[in-house]
């Protein structure tokens, strides 16, 4: 099993430009979550997904939008990239609340110049 | 809302010692989850231990334990026998019914050999 597996795992952006990071997992996760992390702090709450079809806003969700057609996959759009922006993302997985284990990808560095 | 306090930035204690890690949540809900991770430098999020707010015994894991106090909403984590693989950022976490995953800002463990 790949885990959970997000791409790109670097990016640079200008002001105003859009992207879409990308979030896979393979373990048939029902939860999926993103997060930012500023340096020096801790993870923020951006979106997060209890399935397919539903997601709802975390802690700090403007400037972001999020889908979840698919189980397997959770991305993350920027539509209008802000220098505020500039941190770096991650996405996790688990199977349920109870079971929670919290399968974190690797992080995604993104600088918006 | 949720909020997770972690008065320690740094801490650092000397290989094979034993050191605890401090956090305080702020919850209305009864039925919460609490979790400690790890992040070393790779940026690699881990799940350290996991307690459930209804079970009273306290979780341990191999080295770690905690020291759960639901009536002052504190989450403490041990770690015996440092090694200087424990050298790493340290995130306490909480959960409520609405599943969203809430982080303190970390507190950075240095292992002096």
């Known amino acids: 099993n ?3 597996t997000q791409t790109p ?24 979550y993103w997060y930012r992390q500023d340096p020096g702090m801790g993870l923020k709450l951006i979106y997060y997904s209890v399935g397919a079809g539903i997601t709802d806003k975390g802690e700090v969700p403007n400037g972001y939008n999020v889908s979840r057609s698919t189980t397997e996959d959770f991305p993350l759009r920027l539509e209008l990239a802000a220098p505020s922006q500039t941190s ?15 399968y974190f ?9 | ?7 320690q930035p740094e801490m650092s204690v000397q290989e094979a010692e034993t050191v605890t890690l401090s956090c305080t949540y702020d919850t209305s809900e009864s039925d919460y989850y609490l979790f400690w991770y790890k992040q070393p430098p790779s940026r690699q999020m881990i799940l350290v231990i996991r307690q459930e707010a209804y079970k009273q015994q306290n979780a341990t894991e191999n080295r770690f334990s905690v020291n759960f106090q639901k009536a002052a909403k504190s989450f403490s984590l041990k770690i015996s026998d440092s090694q200087l693989g424990d050298a790493a950022m340290y995130f306490c976490a909480t959960m409520n019914r609405d599943d969203k995953i809430i982080f303190g800002k970390g507190t950075r463990l240095h292992i002096l050999p």
């Open chain 1, 105 to 113: 990808g690797a992080g995604t560095r993104l600088s918006v110049l």
């Open chain 1, 88 to 102: 770096v993302y991650f996405c996790a997985s688990s199977y349920s609340k109870q079971k929670f284990i919290g």
């Open chain 1, 9 to 32: 795992k670097f990016r640079i952006l200008k002001i105003g430009q859009s992207m879409t990071l990308q979030c896979t997992q393979d373990m048939n996760h029902n939860y999926m």
């Open chain 1, 2 to 4: 790949a885990g959970v």
């Open chain 2, 1 to 7: 809302a949720q909020t997770v306090t972690q008065s």
